[in-house]
Structures are given as structure tokens and as C-alpha cells.
């Protein structure tokens, strides 16, 4: 069984500060791991992607995200906030073992203060 | 422009009235999915299909009904036995089936937000 674990729900920074948000995943196979972003009413846009190709993965909009298999996680981060980067963000899994499934965090919501 | 296109933006249903929410991908993707998303809860996958004329159920498929004619188009659904239908529904395809060890990255659709009267 897979799972996807996000630490925080919501999560507020200060325009120009430093972006963490945290992202444990538990699998029994080395798993893609993916972050999308989703603007209110809006679709989900992919960020970035983890294939095993390399561990610290960088993505659009300034974003990157570090796999660590020592501690199951793939948090994203970012050094400086900007405005638009006000969302929600997903940290999702998918196995690769036979199945079609992606397994979805709950999601952060990310609030940027001018 | 390739992409996703869902319509409508906003859907309103009646009691004991089925919709049919819309979508439509111009990406030659083979494989394409319909979720669910309701407020501070990640994705629920409803439906997917990996080819035409080919559908499987996902983890919340009662009450949703679909179809896959043609491969651009996946439309679903949402009949009068699904009693909660109020949610923002998404549509996705990605450019093989998962299990073939193809590319699994996912590609949304800008959703439709279903309520009820």
C-alpha cells in the first residue's frame, strides 16, 4: 500500500522568505513522485517530478524538491515567496508496480503575506 | 495549443437529474481519468480509461457513469444516485497507460465545479 503524507495544511510566509513545504511518502516500491500546484478554480499544473534520475529535482517557477529515501520525503522548496506563488500544493505518488493509480496528499495551502 | 478543455466551468443539477460533464484533450494521450476533489481533501479518482472503448472503475465510481467513443473525449457522467454531488471534478490524461511502464505523468484539466439546487 502507498500513502502520501503532508505535514502541514496550511503554511504562511512573508513575501521574499523562504519556501518549505513537507512531504512524506510511505511505499513499497521506489515510487515517481510528483508536486502539482492548483490556483483557486483551477486545474492542477505540474511543478516537478522525481523518476530516480536525480534526487534533488528542480521545477518550474523557482521551485525545487530533494527526494530523500532515508526519510521518505520530498518536500518542496523555494528561496524567495512571490505573491502568485499563493496556492494549494499537492505531493503525489505513483508506484509503478502494475497499477494506474496516483495516491494525492491533501494538500498545503500556501499563503503569501505582502 | 494542446490540452485539456472541460466545460461547463459551473454546473448546476436538480434533484434526481443526471449531468454530463465535458471533457475534451487534444494530446494524442491514450489514458485519461476523471476525480473528484472535495474542500481539504486530496484527489479521489472516479473513473479511468487506458484506451478506447475501455473503462475501469476507480475508488468512488458508484452514482458516475462514463464513456470512451472516441479517444480525444471521456465525458462523465454524475446520475441521480450519487446523493453528494457537489464537488470540483477533474479530468486528466496522461500519454500511456501507467502499467505499461509508460509515462506517468498526468495532465489536468481546469476542472468543473457541480452544485446542487
Known amino acids: 500500500a502507498q500513502s502520501v503524507t503532508q505535514l502541514d495544511s496550511h503554511v504562511s510566509v512573508s513575501e521574499g522568505t523562504p519556501v518549505l513545504l513537507r512531504c512524506n511518502y510511505s511505499?513499497?516500491?521506489?515510487?515517481?513522485l510528483f508536486w502539482y500546484v492548483q490556483h483557486p478554480n483551477k486545474g492542477l499544473q505540474l511543478l516537478l517530478k522525481y523518476t530516480s534520475a536525480a534526487t534533488l529535482v528542480k521545477g518550474i517557477n523557482g521551485f525545487e524538491a530533494e527526494f530523500k529515501k532515508s526519510e521518505t520525503s520530498f518536500h518542496l522548496t523555494k528561496p524567495s515567496a512571490h505573491m502568485s506563488d499563493a496556492a494549494e500544493y499537492f505531493c503525489?505518488?505513483?508506484?509503478?508496480?502494475?497499477?494506474?493509480?496516483?495516491?494525492f496528499g491533501k494538500g498545503t495551502k500556501l499563503s503569501v503575506i505582502p | 495549443d494542446g490540452g485539456i478543455t472541460q466545460s461547463p466551468k459551473y454546473l448546476f443539477r436538480k434533484e434526481g437529474q443526471n449531468v454530463t460533464l465535458s471533457c475534451e484533450q487534444n494530446?494524442?494521450?491514450?489514458?485519461m481519468y476523471w476525480y473528484r476533489q472535495d474542500p481539504g481533501q486530496g484527489l479521489r479518482l472516479i473513473y479511468y480509461s487506458q484506451i478506447v472503448n475501455d473503462f475501469q472503475k476507480g475508488d468512488i465510481a458508484e452514482g458516475y457513469s462514463v464513456s470512451r467513443e472516441k479517444k480525444e473525449s471521456f465525458p462523465l457522467t454524475v446520475t441521480s444516485a450519487q446523493k453528494n454531488p457537489t464537488a470540483f471534478y477533474l479530468c486528466a490524461s496522461s500519454p500511456n497507460p501507467p502499467n505499461l511502464g509508460g509515462q506517468e505523468t498526468q495532465y489536468f484539466g481546469p476542472g468543473t465545479r457541480l452544485l446542487v439546487l
Open positions: 503525489v505518488a505513483y508506484s509503478g508496480a502494475g497499477s494506474y493509480q496516483l495516491t
Open positions: 511505499s513499497s516500491y521506489s515510487p515517481s
Open positions: 494530446l494524442n494521450h491514450d489514458a
